[in-house]
């Protein structure tokens, strides 16, 4: 199945707690805006923090973390995300 929900990366460990605050904040909102147009699934819409080797989190001098919130490539989810912007 496709992915959905949402996850967060870092790269240095001092920012992992930040990433992790991030995604389980943004997993709450997503799932309320969107979490009865998503399939029914046992998987969580919080995906979790990952480590992941990307410039924007990577060459900074303070903590950093990217975002990924919504997976285009997932049909329901897709058609939830366009529904609610162009109505």
């Given at each position: 199945?496709?992915?959905?929900?949402?996850?967060?990366?870092?790269?240095?460990?001092?920012?992992?707690?930040?990433?992790?605050?991030?995604t389980s904040?943004?997993?709450?909102?997503?799932?309320?805006?969107?979490?009865?147009?998503?399939?029914?699934?046992?998987?969580?819409?919080?995906?979790?923090?990952?480590?992941?080797?990307?410039?924007?989190?990577?060459?900074?001098?303070?903590?950093?973390?990217?975002?990924?919130?919504?997976?285009?490539?997932?049909?329901?989810?897709?058609?939830?995300?366009?529904?609610?912007?162009?109505?």
């Amino acid at each position: 199945s496709a992915p959905f929900g949402v996850e967060g990366y870092y790269f240095y460990n001092y920012s992992q707690p930040l990433a992790a605050n991030i995604t389980s904040k943004l997993a709450a909102a997503y799932s309320s805006i969107y979490g009865g147009a998503l399939p029914n699934t046992s998987y969580s819409i919080n995906r979790g923090a990952k480590y992941g080797e990307y410039a924007v989190s990577r060459v900074t001098n303070c903590p950093a973390v990217l975002m990924e919130i919504g997976f285009i490539s997932n049909e329901s989810e897709c058609t939830a995300i366009v529904k609610d912007i162009c109505g």
